[in-house]
Structure formats: C-alpha cells, structure tokens
C-alpha cells in the first residue's frame, strides 16, 4: 500500500526512517533547515506558510513577486511536483513529508500525492495550505497573471492632498 505520512518537523527530526523510503523537508526561510541526519532521501525547499490568490496578486501588481518572495511560486512547485512524481515513479512506497506544525503545508503535499497517485494519508487532511496545493497541481497557475502585471507602475497617483502639500513645500524652498 502507498502511504503518505505528513508530520511536525520535531517529529520528523525523532524519527527513525524506514528503509527504502524518502522525506520532503519544508521549512519557514528564515529557519534552520531540519536535522535530519538518517534519511537517505532528503529534498528539501523553504517558503513560509501562507497563500495568495487571483485577487492577492491583482492589488499587490508589479510588487507582488518582491511582497511574496518567500511564498511558494511556480518554480519551487514545479520542482517539488517534478520531485514527487519522480518518487512515485521509482517506486517508493512510503514518503514522508514534514513542514514546522505538520498540518499546512505537509497537508497540502499529502494531498497532492493522494489525489494525483493514490496515496493513502497516516491521518486525516484537515487544513492543507491552498495555495501549495493549487500550484503543485497547476504550477503556471497565476504565472501569465503575475507577469502580465510586473510592468505596471506600483506607484499610485498621487492624491490631491498630496500634490498640493509639495507644491507649498517647493513654495517654501524646501522642495525644488
């Protein structure tokens, strides 16, 4: 049976691994990456827990991929799905998968892996990280989005009450 167990990283960190089977380490960016010393298999990637979405993208416009730098994007999910798919199709039988709480972000690639390759999760998937999940099944989701709105100006107009303030700085000789 192909069983996918999604788990804490202090969990993970205890465990000892079964042979033959491989973990997907997830940690925040601004964390140490996982102890894990006895794995044979290890592929690690690091972005925070968090999501965005159509409407997300649309207010943040060219400063979306500088605001959510640390968020998954369409790269990191390609190479993570590519990874995963290369797991099933050697055969492995059991993977693990660890993110800091073992609920969101771990959820969301149990999820992947059930739905896409008939994985069996070690529990039920409660709050899987939307996101992760859209882009591990669709990486380009928001691709043609994000960059269709990076060569817009992310400086709004500025407001009437603005313009006026400069215009009495410059007529005070503060502002040229």
């Known amino acids: 049976m192909k069983v996918v167990t999604f788990l804490s990283q202090a969990e993970a960190e205890r465990m ?17 990456l996982a102890a894990l010393p006895r794995w044979e298999s290890v592929y690690r990637e690091s972005f925070y827990d968090g999501g965005y979405s159509e409407s997300t993208i649309k207010a ?9 730098a640390s968020y998954i994007c369409s790269g990191q999910a390609r190479k993570l ?19 800091y709480f073992g609920e ?25 990280n939307r996101t992760v999940y859209e882009l591990l099944t669709d990486p380009d989701k928001y691709e ?9 100006d992310i400086c709004a107009e500025r407001s009437l009450a603005s313009k006026m303030w400069y215009w009495v700085l410059v007529a005070a000789g503060v502002k040229r």
């Open 16 to 32: 000892t691994p079964t042979p033959g089977s491989a973990i997907i380490s997830i940690t925040d960016p601004d964390k140490p």
């Open 60 to 68: 943040m416009k060219g400063a979306f991929r500088l605001n959510y």
């Open 81 to 99: 799905a590519s990874h995963i798919d290369d797991l099933v199709a050697a055969g492995r039988e059991e993977i693990f998968v660890h993110c």
């Open 104 to 128: 969101s972000r771990s959820g969301a690639v149990a999820k992947y892996l059930q739905d896409k390759h008939g994985y069996t999760p070690n529990k039920e998937i409660r709050k899987p």
């Open 144 to 152: 043609p989005l994000i960059q269709s709105l990076e060569t817009q």
